[in-house]
Each structure stands twice: as C-alpha cells, then as structure tokens.
C-alpha cells in the first residue's frame, strides 16, 4: 500500500490504541468515537478496527474485563510489551527500553499510568503525535508478527492487523528473526526493569 497521510494514520493509531487498552469505562466509552472515525481510514485499516470495535460494543463488561485479564496479562506469549519478543527478560532489554524512553523524550511526551515505554498502547499513542513512534513500530515490527500470530482466533488480533496495514512489510531477514523467535521463544535471564517504571502524571506508581 502507498504510504499512509500522516493525519489519517493518527487517528488510526489512537483507535487501535484504545481497541489494545483494558475494557474500563473510558475505553469503552470511547466506541463511539472510533467508529464515527471509521469513513477516514482505508478499509484495510477501518476494517479491521471496526471488527474489534464492534466486538467491544456488543459483550458485557465483566466479560470483556475477565477476558482481556487472561489474554494479555496471564499469557507472556501475547504481551503487549514490544522488547520482550526480540530481547525477553535480559539485560538487552533494559538497552532496548533505553531507545523507547528517548523516543518520547524527542516528542516531548511521557508515558503514564506506570507502564514501561514499550507498552504497545503507548507507541500508538506516540505514534499519533511524533514520527518517533512510527519508527518505533517498524523497528519492532518482529514483535507485532508474533504478537499476531499469539492471538490467532482471538478479536484483538484485528487491532494488530491494523496497526501491520501501516507498516511496510516485513523484508527476508524479518520473517527469519520471526520464524526462529517463534520456535525458541524470548530468552530467558531475569533482571529487574523498575527504572523503567515511568512516573504517572499524578506522581504515583502502579
């Protein structure tokens, strides 16, 4: 596909952004908006958003809520933290957090709410606002390949199809990374990552 307008992309980032988000009271509330949004983007982005979005619209809460807990937050496999497919739980990982931190330091931007700054939401968040996070995405594009293939059969795979759709796509060495972290898994070496914990706009940690 050509290469997207920068405006439209925006708007596509931030609906995937919420789409990828827990189903709490503000997220939700927001459907409306993302789908009033849908006629701005290319169907092979608006499709897929609006598949999630309606799927979002049309079950319970509690059921979304309980849902979204065991897929993202009991399941490594379908992380929404981007380094952990290429670096996992080792020290590279602490390095490759350190180029997500100066990504949003170069937007003038900051992640809240406690997450790490490879927290998927987030970089669609900056990548609505500063090409930083754009670059972000590409880089990291292994990761949202394994990401889509963790969440085979589920809704949320539409959001990771989307946020693809945008990306160019991925070159011969790509696909080989991908193939051989997909067999392997991340490596494995525990380290701490609290300074990364970045503090939320109230000054609080999660």
Request: proline share 7%; glycine share 8%; charged share 20%.
């Amino acid at each position: 596909m050509t290469e997207p307008h920068l405006d439209w992309r925006a708007v596509a980032a931030r609906a995937a952004s919420l789409l990828l988000r827990y189903p709490d009271e503000q997220t939700l509330d927001a459907l409306p908006l993302i789908e009033a949004a849908l006629p701005e983007l290319p169907a092979e982005v608006a499709d897929p958003i609006a598949t999630l979005a309606g799927y979002r619209a049309s079950v319970h809460p509690r059921e979304l809520a309980a849902e979204y807990v065991q897929l993202f937050d009991f399941r490594r496999r379908s992380a929404l933290h981007l380094s952990y497919y290429t670096a996992g739980d080792t020290r590279r990982r602490g390095e490759a957090l350190v180029g997500f931190v100066a990504a949003y330091k170069a937007a003038g931007v900051e992640v809240v709410g406690g997450e790490l700054p490879d927290y998927l939401p987030a970089v669609l968040d900056l990548a609505a606002v500063h090409v930083g996070g754009w670059r972000l995405l590409r880089a990291n594009r292994i990761g949202l390949d394994l990401l889509d293939k963790a969440l085979a059969g589920s809704p949320y795979r539409h959001a990771i199809a989307a946020v693809r759709a945008m990306l160019p796509p991925p070159d011969a060495a790509d696909l080989a990374a991908a193939a051989t972290l997909a067999r392997t898994g991340p490596p494995m070496e525990q380290v701490g990552l609290e300074g990364f914990g970045l503090v939320d706009t109230t000054g609080g940690r999660r």
